[in-house]
């Protein structure tokens, strides 16, 4: 069963910056696609990032655009997003996951996810 881990989130002001890390042990992390997703309470989950295997492509949602920076590192087996000028809205589980599909950004369409990381951005 794999089994992705988030980690880096955490409460900052309007503003700030923070850097979120998805592990990947024991996954064949580099034969897949990764993505970032949000939720915030009472909302659907919502597609945040994609980067594609080699990391070459790259998709942003457009509230993120220019805010965020989604990257990785097999070798390492890691994926990253790079959260800077963070807003209020922002405030969200933050979820990423796994999919052999390139450019998808539906839920459904991810077959690996992690359990969360909270953002929580103070006004």
């Known amino acids: 069963q794999v089994q992705l881990v988030e980690s880096g989130g955490g409460v900052v002001q309007a503003g700030g910056s923070l850097r979120l890390s998805c592990a990947a042990p024991?996954?064949?992390?580099?034969?897949?696609?990764m993505g970032w997703f949000r939720q915030a309470p009472g909302s659907e989950r919502e597609f945040v990032a994609a980067i594609n295997w080699s990391g070459r492509n790259t998709h942003y949602a457009d509230s993120v655009k220019g805010r965020f920076t989604i990257s990785r590192t097999n070798a390492k087996n890691t994926g990253y997003q790079q959260m800077n000028t963070l807003k209020p809205e922002d405030t969200a589980a933050y979820y990423c996951?796994?999919?052999?599909?390139?450019?998808?950004?539906?839920?459904?369409?991810?077959?690996?996810w992690g359990q969360g990381t909270q953002v929580t951005v103070s006004s």
């Open positions: 024991g996954h064949t992390f580099s034969n897949y696609a």
């Open positions: 996951a796994t999919t052999r599909e390139w450019l998808v950004t539906t839920t459904d369409r991810y077959e690996y």
